[in-house]
């Protein structure tokens, strides 16, 4: 619960992986979200073919939210409309809603929707329940489309602090991407003492 709270989903793969075949229903839900997160897609739709016959699976509305989102992406158009359906009901309102619009998100980074990626982000600004990686997929986009001033831009002026290692070292990734070297510099030079028993930061 600690893991997925901080969106640590690689050390929940950790955890889970050797175990894969004796999770519990609770625990193969939290496998099957942990995958996604951690874009391990391929293993994510093995595992639900997988499991998918499950009640348990086959019921719970926040995969099935997931499982949209995943056709949405590597959906043909055709085969997406229904799902992303699904998606848009919960971007409102809803006990979904942030899950749906972190979703919908990836959805929209997939197809290089500028202005759906940001109107999104909006959204779940708007209910304070952004996470660091929605900024930085937004930057992402906007370099792959050309708009590497404005991705630049944003990063620079983007003032929260990482709140784990792990968001430290996707941070200085993303500004080492942009060429903000000194900006990653800066922020490993902090986050290696705050954050001082990650090996990973020391790394890299």
């Not at 050390?11 to 609770?26: D, H």
């Not at 990063?155 to 942009?178: C, M």
């Not at 900006?183 to 001082?196: I, N, P, W």
Request: proline letters at 3%.
């Amino acid at each position: 619960g600690v893991l997925q709270k901080y969106g640590l989903d690689q050390f929940l793969l950790s955890v889970l992986l050797p175990q894969k075949e004796r999770l519990t229903p609770n625990l193969q839900k939290s496998f099957l979200r942990a995958l996604f997160n951690s874009d391990r897609i391929a293993e994510f739709d093995q595992a639900w073919h997988a499991l998918d016959a499950s009640p348990e699976i086959q019921s719970d509305p926040e995969l099935l939210l997931y499982r949209a989102a995943f056709i949405g992406i590597w959906g043909t158009a055709e085969v997406a409309v229904r799902p992303q359906r699904r998606l848009e009901d919960h971007l409102s309102d809803g006990p979904w809603r942030a899950l749906a619009n972190r979703l919908y998100l990836r959805v929209c980074e997939r197809r290089l929707d500028e202005d759906g990626y940001f109107a999104t982000l909006r959204r779940l600004e708007e209910g304070k329940e952004t996470r660091l990686m929605d900024h930085i997929r937004g930057w992402q986009l906007l370099a792959a489309i050309g708009q590497r001033a404005e991705a630049v831009r944003r990063a620079k002026s983007f003032a929260d602090a990482p709140v784990t290692g792990v968001e430290a070292i996707q941070l200085a990734q993303a500004y080492h991407g942009l060429g903000l070297r000194e900006e990653a510099t800066q922020l490993l030079d902090r986050s290696t003492m705050e954050f001082g028993f990650l090996d990973g930061l020391w790394v890299l």
